[in-house]
């Protein structure tokens, strides 16, 4: 079983442009939601497809199985999940020894820029850049579920 530990941040400056280290679209959709349990279909730079199930936990850290599917079947799965859709632009960030993520959203979210971090355990040490603000990890309006209209 795989363990997710992350602390999510509002982004309040653009400072995190001049590292960003590569990118990618996600689209991504919600198949199911409810009883702690998420289910989420991802096309990457619409060239793969991975299922993610997310499960129990606490905002901070949840179990979490993710599973590369075929790109046709992956489409078919967003098909499915009808308008619990969220589109956004993914940048890698280095960032005090680790990899930030810099979530840019597109669509019904545009302007929303969000920052997570995953850590190795839920009391980890975290050096904050200076381009994030408000921790809002859990902060249920900005779960990714909530963004896509889940």
């Known amino acids: 079983m795989a363990k997710e530990i992350e602390r999510k941040f509002l982004v309040h400056s653009d400072a995190w442009r001049a590292a960003a280290s590569g990118s990618e679209g996600i689209v991504q959709g919600y198949l199911t939601r409810g ?9 990457f730079d619409d ?19 993710e599973y590369e599917v075929p790109l046709a079947d992956g489409r078919e799965l967003l098909a499915h999940a009808g308008g619990q859709v969220l589109e956004k632009r993914r940048y890698g960030v280095p960032y005090g020894g680790r990899d930030w993520e810099v979530d840019v959203f597109e669509g019904r979210n545009a302007g929303l820029v969000l920052a997570e971090i995953e850590m190795e355990s839920e009391d980890a040490k975290v050096d904050l850049p200076d381009w994030v603000g408000e921790d809002v990890t859990g902060d249920p309006r900005y779960y990714n579920s909530s963004l896509a209209g889940a």
């Open 35 to 43: 009883g702690g349990v998420t289910v989420r279909i991802r096309i």
């Open 47 to 65: 060239a793969r497809a991975v299922l993610t199930i997310k499960a129990g936990g606490t905002a901070l850290s949840r179990d979490e199985y």
